[in-house]
């Protein structure tokens, strides 16, 4: 598994080296607007643990970190009313899966049809 950077950007943002546009935060997650949105509302969600990857959270991550990360997602969804119409949640993985960022992230999409996949 991957050393965490701790100079990586999303480290920056959390320790408030770097502003976001923070629409979220608790003890186990930070949301925020992304920056080249691709869909009409489109949040990176972190945890604030040091996880490179979905693979090192599900590995490392406590019980109580994985709970809280998951339900701090579905809350966002709700109170930017995705629910109801649906959203897309996309977790890159390494290099082959696109991930730019070697900090644990979800992208929360929605607010209009995705389309398919891929």
């Known amino acids: 598994m991957a050393t965490y950077d701790e100079g990586n950007i999303f480290a920056k943002i959390l ?4 502003p976001c546009d923070k629409v979220y935060e608790d003890d186990y997650a930070l949301a925020f607007n992304d920056i080249n ?3 009409p509302v489109h949040i990176l969600v972190i945890p604030k ?3 490179v990857s979905i693979a090192d959270f599900g590995a490392q991550a406590t019980s109580e970190e994985i709970t809280g990360f998951y339900r701090a997602v ?3 969804a709700e109170e930017h009313s995705l629910s109801e119409g649906g959203f ?3 977790a890159n993985t390494g ?3 696109g991930q730019e960022v070697p900090h644990f992230h979800v992208h929360l ?3 209009r049809a995705l389309g398919p996949m891929l």
């Open 88 to 90: 897309r949640t996309i």
């Open 15 to 18: 320790c408030g080296e770097i």
């Open 49 to 51: 643990g040091k996880y």
């Open 109 to 111: 999409l929605g607010g």
């Open 74 to 76: 579905a809350q966002i």
């Open 37 to 39: 949105p691709q869909a």
């Open 95 to 97: 290099l082959n899966g």
